[in-house]
């Protein structure tokens, strides 16, 4: 199986509670008369994609502290344990960017109020490798790179803050669709308070949405990337059979290609829609900051249940314009866009002394200490 279908089908296992799937793969496995046989085919499959995406994209022990599998970029700018802060802030960057789109606002955040950042290179952007394949670079693969990247700086259990433009917004929504039990609330508190989440977004021009605005040219680029691959095919099939292996063995060739291969998923990027999105939109997203003018993730809050908390609308700017300057909004200032309304554990100017704080920059192996 493909490491792309894994994805799809792992995604599905993974929002089962881990006891249920616990009991269904012990029923499997131990050829319970009473489970159907066709339920124990479709178990002992999920299984097996499980297994195999922790081969690609490992969750290590921290004792062993293992190098993750694809190798990606991330960086981690971590504020003193004493006292802890109140929220970590992990920022993601989208399409044809990378964390240094980021590094000015990461590092006012950490050093002018005490936050703890983490930033994270998606899979082919800055420094991080491409994988072995074109067809593997979805946005399944960059879902279970931020798991890992939160996983790695053991921040599972935090209050987390995820800003990110773009692509990057897509893929926040759907970790938080993919693994409720890192994002929502206690099960008990959900209960009582159904909005309540243990997490933030907040999303710069962010994709996951549905685009169905006139002007929108997200579908148009989704069926002209679809076509151009198509195309490819059927060269390869009737005129050049050599041809799959030079576009996966010609690094300039196969880095633009695994870009395109993205805009296959736009403007939603396996984000489900419908009421599962509206869940993840009204529980979830805290603040949303967008151009005056988008072709390509226009901004329709008719997505939103209720009307987002925060709403602020950049004049005289597109989504290009926006994720360019995206390090020079100044975004860092605003103390409500990043905590929680009642955090005082850290007010006022900065309290992380320029040695007392680490930075721990990931390559799956560098270490770099604060100077």
């Known amino acids: ?14 929002i089962l509670p ?29 299984h097996h994609c499980h297994d195999r995406i922790q081969t690609h994209l490992s969750i290590p022990s921290y004792s ?3 190098p993750s599998r694809p190798r990606y970029f ?39 109020h005490g936050y703890s950042v983490l930033l994270v290179d998606f899979i082919g952007h800055g420094h991080s490798p491409l994988l072995d394949t074109i067809d593997d670079h979805g946005p399944g693969i960059l879902v279970h790179q931020v798991r890992d990247a939160l996983v790695r700086a053991k921040w599972t259990d935090a209050k987390i803050t995820i800003a990110a433009p773009s692509l990057g917004s897509a893929i926040a929504l759907r970790y938080a669709q993919l693994f409720p039990a890192h994002v929502y609330a206690m099960f008990s508190v959900c209960i009582l308070r159904d909005y309540l989440c243990r997490d933030k977004i907040v999303m710069l021009c962010g994709a996951g949405m549905p685009a169905t605005r006139w002007y929108a040219i997200t579908p148009t680029m989704r069926r002209t990337g679809g076509a151009f691959f198509h195309l490819l095919d ?54 949303v ?19 987002p908390p925060q709403v602020i609308m950049l004049p005289y700017t597109d989504h290009v314009i926006l994720c360019s300057l995206i390090d ?17 554990t850290n007010e006022g100017k900065a309290k992380v002394h320029p040695v007392t704080g680490s930075i721990h920059a990931d390559d799956n192996g560098i270490q770099l200490k604060a100077c």
Request: proline content about 7%; charged content about 25%; some cysteine.
């Open 74 to 112: 991330s960086c981690v700018l971590e504020a003193p344990a004493s006292p802890p802060p109140r929220r970590r802030v992990v920022l993601l960057h989208g399409w044809l960017m990378t964390h240094k789109d980021w590094k000015q606002t990461a590092w006012k955040l950490h050093r002018e």
């Open 289 to 307: 900051i967008w151009s005056h003018l988008d072709v390509l993730h226009p901004l329709e809050l008719e997505h939103f249940r209720d009307k």
């Open 328 to 344: 020079f909004l100044q975004l860092h200032r605003d103390r409500r866009l990043w905590g929680d309304d009642d955090d005082k």
């Open 18 to 46: 881990p006891w249920i799937r616990a009991c269904f793969l012990l029923r499997a496995a131990g050829h319970d008369p009473t489970f159907p046989a066709l339920a124990r085919r479709y178990v002992l499959l999920a």
């Open 64 to 66: 062993l502290r293992l």
């Open 234 to 287: 059927l060269v390869a099939d009737r005129y050049l059979p050599s041809l799959p292996h030079v576009l996966e063995n010609v690094p300039w060739i196969k880095a633009p290609l695994s870009l395109v291969w993205m805009m296959r998923f736009t403007p939603e990027h396996q984000v489900e829609s419908g009421a599962a999105l509206h869940k993840v939109l009204d529980r979830c997203v805290s603040t």
């Open 1 to 14: 199986m493909k490491l792309v279908d894994a994805l799809d089908v792992e995604a599905k296992w993974c």
